[in-house]
T-cell receptor, first 113, second 112 residues
Framework: DAGVTQSPTHLIKTRGQQVTLRCSPK?????VSWYQQALGQEPQFIFQ???????QRGNFPDRFSGHQFPNYSSELNVNALLLGDSALYLC????????????FGSGTQLSVL | QKEVEQNSGPLSVPEGAIASLNCTYS??????FFWYRQYSGKSPELIMS????GDKEDGRFTAQLNKASQYVSLLIRDSQPSDSATYLC????????????FGTGTRLKVLA
């Protein structure tokens, strides 16, 4: 049973560029949440997707957008990258939006130069 | 004031000792409380959940909850070097959403 998978593992971009991160949820899970974790900080909630719609959003600017596909996989897009966007981006899946147990992927380490 | 407060540590304990990790939260409506363990460079992993006041034991881990004091703790008995990690406290908000608010985490070092 595959867990949550994320790609790519590492990514280097320059300021102003755009990036797309991908996530496949754990088998049987239909809800995907994205978190940003800066070095030495706690994970910060970006948004949650369920039934191909953004259901909740944290305190992140519109430069951060996402998508969920019919197979429940998800993408996180960040436009106009800033140096401060450098972080570990974590995808977490759950059985449904109300389910409290999150299963995290191994993350994508984004470096913005 | 942050919504979830944890001592960032590092908390150093000798192998075999009891490690006590503490967390306070501000949302009085929080009903569910979770502890995640995060090894350096890895993603968080759920290790404990607690919903009612009192203690909940699972192997070497005990979670304690006091909603009146808005306090939750995690005890690790017989600490092992493999327990060295950052422990994140995560109350589940009840403001019509299902997102977690993570604490800043406590870094635990178990000395062999």
């Amino acid at each position: 049973d595959a867990g949550v998978t994320q790609s790519p593992t590492h990514l280097i971009k320059t300021r102003g560029q755009q990036v797309t991160l991908r996530c496949s949820p754990k088998s049987g899970h239909d809800t995907v949440s994205w978190y940003q974790q800066a070095l030495g900080q706690e994970p910060q909630f970006i948004f949650q997707y369920y039934e191909e719609e953004e259901r909740q959003r944290g305190n992140f600017p519109d430069r951060f957008s996402g998508h969920q596909f019919p197979n429940y996989s998800s993408e996180l897009n960040v436009n106009a990258l800033l140096l401060g966007d450098s972080a570990l981006y974590l995808c977490a899946s759950s059985l449904d939006p109300g389910n409290e147990k999150l299963f995290f992927g191994s993350g994508t380490q984004l470096s913005v130069l | 004031q942050k919504e979830v407060e944890q001592n960032s540590g590092p908390l150093s304990v000798p192998e075999g000792a009891i490690a006590s990790l503490n967390c306070t939260y501000s949302d009085r409506g929080s009903q569910s409380f979770f502890w995640y363990r995060q090894y350096s460079g890895k993603s968080p992993e759920l290790i404990m959940s607690i919903y009612s006041n009192g203690d909940k034991e699972d192997g070497r881990f005990t979670a304690q909850l006091n909603k009146a004091s808005q306090y939750v703790s995690l005890l690790i008995r017989d600490s092992q070097p493999s327990d060295s990690a950052t422990y994140l406290c995560a109350p589940r908000t009840t403001s019509g959403t299902y997102k977690y608010i993570f604490g800043t985490g406590t870094r635990l070092k178990v000395l062999a």
